[in-house]
């Protein structure tokens, strides 16, 4: 059975961190692009960051370039989402995302809400 599994959202201040996981399980991980969207309170669901299976190479949303940094580890079948300098308007539900040419894998989210 396909699994993603997002962990480590939560409630931060403005200007702090958060780590987002999102366990894979039941597919080849280390052959598909993995990315995280996120959808704010009342909008459209939006990419936030990509990572390649073939050379790990990234991609980010102008939103987010130099606060975010996307990785992946094909031992643990995991990928991360490193968010700094976090902002309120970065408040949404995260969702993990796996593709492949022929698959494509949803996550349930995760919640992280940025307020003082």
């Known amino acids: 059975q396909v699994q993603l599994v997002e962990s480590g959202g939560g409630l931060v201040q403005p200007g702090g961190s958060l780590r987002l996981s999102c366990a894979a399980s039941?597919?080849?991980?280390?052959?598909?692009?993995m990315r995280w969207y996120r959808q704010p309170p009342g909008k459209e669901r939006e990419l936030v960051a990509g990572i390649s299976s073939a050379d790990s190479s990234t991609n980010y949303a102008d939103a987010v370039k130099g606060r975010f940094t996307i990785s992946r580890d094909n031992v643990k079948n995991t990928v991360y989402l490193q968010m700094n300098s976090l902002k309120p308007e970065d408040t949404a539900v995260y969702y993990c995302?796996?593709?492949?040419?022929?698959?494509?894998?949803w996550g349930q989210g995760t919640q992280v809400t940025v307020s003082s």
């Open positions: 039941g597919f080849t991980f280390n052959r598909y692009t």
């Open positions: 995302n796996a593709r492949s040419i022929f698959n494509e894998y």
